[in-house]
C-alpha cells in the first residue's frame, strides 16, 4: 500500500468514527433542546467548563463523567458467565457503528493516479452490508432482556425481535425497490444516481423518483431504531425499562450509546438513498469541480450572514431572566465565542476566495469539492437527525399491536406493491 492509500484511508476512518461516535454527545444535547423547544422550557444551560457552556453540550460530557464512575452492578442469579452479560450491550452498540461504516460522506478522489472511496469500509456492497449488519442489533438486546432473569426485560427483548421480524421484511422490500431503480447495491452508485434531474427541473433524489418507498423505509428503520413513536421495546409506563432494565454504568450506557448511533446510521441511510447524500442539487461531482468558483463565492457571501445570524442567537440565549445574579461569565463566553467565530469565517472566506482563482482541475479545487461535499452530508445528517428527534417528543408511543398491525397489514402489502410496479417500470423503460 502507498502512502497516500494510507493516508487516506486513516483520514476517512477517522471521520467516519468522529461522525459516528462524536455525533452522540451532540446528538444528546439536540435531544435536550428540541425537546425543551418542544415543551416550552430550557434545556441544558448551567453545566461549564472553566465558563464555557457552549450551548449546553458540556452537559453530555458531565453524563459520560457519570456514567463511567458509578457502580458496576449485576443481578445476584448471574455468578458465573458475567462476560455474556456484558456481551450484550456491546454487541448492538457495534452493529450500529459497524454499519455507518460503508456509507460514503464524498465521492471518490484521486490521489497519485490511485482512486479512493470516502468511505471507512470501501466496499462496492454497501446495501447488503447495512441490512446483514443492522439486523445483528437485535441480537444484543434479546441477549439482555433474556439473561437478566427479569420478566420486564424478558418482555422487552421479545418486543424487539417481534419488531424487528416484523419490519425487517417491509424494509428490505423497500431498499430492493430503490436497487431496482437505481440498478446498484451500492451506495456511492446510488448517490451518483441522484445527481441528475426528474423532469428536466427537479433533482433526482429517490424521494421524489420512489416516494412510497421512501416511506416504507423511513418508517421500518425508526421501528428498527427503537424510537418513539415505536418505542414499545422500552417502554417505561409498562415494562419499566424494557430489555435493559438490570444494566447499570456502562452497560447501560452502551446501550444507549447504540440507539444514538443507530439513530445516526439510519438517518445517514435515508440521505444516502432518498435526498441526495453528498451531493447538492442538480450539481454533479463533475459539474461542481467544472463551476466551483460560483459556487465558493456564494458561500462567501453566506457564511458570514449565517455566522452573524448565531451570533444573534447566542446573545438573546445568553439573556439572563430580571432579578437573576450575572457574574458576567455569559457576556465573557459570548465574546470570546464572537470573536472565534468571526476568525474562522475570515480565514474560510480568504481561503475560498484563493481557490476559486484557481483552475477547475487544481489540486485545491478537487480538495474543496470534497469537503464540501462532507459538508453538505453532515448538514443533511443532522436534519434528519432533528427530525427523528422531532417526531420522538411529538408523537405518543403506540401499543405493541398497533405497531405489529401497521407492520403487517399496511406496510408489508404496500411494500410488495411498490416492487411490482417498480419492476414493470423499470422494464419498460429498459425495453
Known sequence: MSTAALLVSL??????????LLMIPVLVWLERRVCGLIQDRLGPNRTNLFGFRFGGVVQSFADVVKLVVKEEYY????????????LAPMITFAAALLAFMVIPFADD??????????QALPVDYGVLWYLAIGSVGVIGMVFGGWLSHNKYSLLGAMRAASQMVSYELALGLGVVSMILTYGTIDFNAMVAWQSGTVLGVLPAWGVLVQPLAAIVVIVALFVETNRAPFSVAEGESEIVAGFFTEYSAMKFALYFMGEYVAMNTASAVIVTMFFGGYQLPWLSTEALQAHF????WGIVVALPLLVWCFIGWMRRNNRLRPGARDDGSRAFETRVLTYALVAMTVVIDLILIYISLQPADSPWTTTAV???????FVAKLMAFNIFFIVVRWTLP?????QVQTLGWRYLLPLALLNIFVTAIVVVGVSS
Open 11 to 20: 483520514a476517512v476512518i477517522v471521520l467516519a468514527a468522529l461522525l459516528a
Open 75 to 86: 443481578p445476584a442469579h448471574i455468578a458465573k458467565n458475567r462476560w455474556l452479560f456484558m
Open 109 to 118: 478522489v484521486v490521489v497519485a493516479g490511485e482512486r479512493f472511496r470516502i
Open 293 to 296: 468558483a460560483p459556487v465558493a
Open 370 to 376: 470534497t469537503l464540501l461535499q462532507i459538508a453538505v
Open 397 to 401: 408511543r403506540f401499543r405493541h399491536d
